[in-house]
C-alpha cells in the first residue's frame, strides 16, 4: 500500500471555526490531490498540487485554500467552516502523469 | 473542463452473472487516461483497471474488463463471474496530460451483488 495517511480520521467543529486537514506521503510523489466525498455527487476536486508550492483549483474550491510547503506535505485549509463542508475527505497522490492515484483513508468532518 | 458521467446511480447483479457499468466523459485532449476505482464499505480506494487513450486494446484485469470507445468517449467496466465481494461503490475517472493534470471523476455506481 502507498504511504499516504490522513489526519485526523474524524472532527467535529462548530461553524465559523477554520479548520486544517493534513495529508502526509512517504512516496516521494510529485502529485497531490484534496477531494471531497458526497452522496450522488462521486469525488469532486477541491484543489491539487503537482509540486512544492505548486498548486491550483478544482471544481470545489471555493471556501478552502492548501499549501505545500514540502513534498511530504499537503494541508488542506477551511478558513471559516460551513455545515456545507461537511463531508468525507480524501487525498489522493500520483507519481506523474503516467500512473494512477493512490487513495488515503479519508477524513470524515462533520460542522455543526 | 473535463467532466465524466455515470449514468447508473444503482446497479444489481446475481452472483456467478456478468454486469457492465456504463461511463462516458467529455474532453478534448487526445491523448489521457481513464481509470476504474472500488470503493467498499471499509471507504478505502481501490484501483480495479486502467486505460491508456492510445492504446486500442481493451485492458484487462482477470473478471474485469473494459470497452473503451474513444469516438464515443464511452468506457465501460464489465464484470463477469461476479462475486461477493464485488459489492461497492464503483468510481470512472479521467485523468488528462495536458497542463491540467488533476483527475475528475464520476457520480459513482452503487452495484449490489444477490446471491
Known amino acids: 500500500d502507498a504511504g499516504i495517511t490522513q489526519s485526523p480520521r474524524h472532527k467535529v467543529t462548530e461553524t465559523g471555526t477554520p479548520v486544517t486537514l493534513r495529508c502526509h506521503q512517504t512516496?516521494?510523489?510529485?502529485?497531490m490531490y484534496w477531494y471531497r466525498q458526497d452522496p450522488g455527487h462521486g469525488l469532486r476536486l477541491i484543489h491539487y498540487?503537482?509540486?512544492?508550492?505548486?498548486?491550483d483549483k478544482g471544481e470545489v474550491s471555493d471556501g478552502y485554500s492548501v499549501s505545500r510547503s514540502k513534498t511530504e506535505d499537503f494541508l488542506l485549509t477551511l478558513e471559516s467552516a460551513t455545515s456545507s463542508q461537511t463531508s468525507v475527505y480524501f487525498c489522493?497522490?500520483?507519481?506523474?502523469?503516467?500512473?494512477?492515484?493512490?487513495f488515503g483513508q479519508g477524513t470524515r468532518l462533520t460542522v455543526v | 473542463a473535463q467532466t465524466v458521467t455515470q449514468s447508473q446511480p444503482e446497479m444489481s447483479v446475481q452472483e456467478a452473472e456478468t454486469v457492465t457499468l456504463s461511463c462516458t466523459y467529455d474532453?478534448?485532449?487526445?491523448?489521457?487516461?481513464l481509470f476504474w476505482y472500488k470503493q467498499p464499505p471499509s471507504r478505502q480506494m481501490i484501483l480495479v483497471i486502467r486505460?491508456?487513450?492510445?492504446?486500442?486494446q481493451n485492458a484487462t484485469e482477470n473478471r474485469f474488463s473494459v470497452n473503451f470507445q474513444k469516438a464515443a468517449k464511452s468506457f465501460s467496466l464489465k464484470i463477469s463471474d461476479s462475486q461477493l465481494g464485488d459489492a461497492a461503490m464503483y468510481f470512472c475517472?479521467?485523468?488528462?496530460?495536458?497542463?491540467?493534470?488533476?483527475?475528475?471523476f464520476g457520480a459513482g455506481t452503487r452495484l449490489t451483488v444477490k446471491p
Open positions: 489522493a497522490i500520483s507519481a506523474d502523469q503516467n500512473t494512477e492515484a493512490f
Open positions: 512516496e516521494n510523489h510529485r502529485y
Open positions: 498540487s503537482y509540486g512544492v508550492k505548486d498548486t
Open positions: 474532453t478534448s485532449e487526445s491523448d489521457y487516461y
Open positions: 486505460q491508456e487513450a492510445y492504446k486500442q
Open positions: 475517472a479521467y485523468r488528462g496530460l495536458g497542463n491540467n493534470n488533476d483527475m475528475r
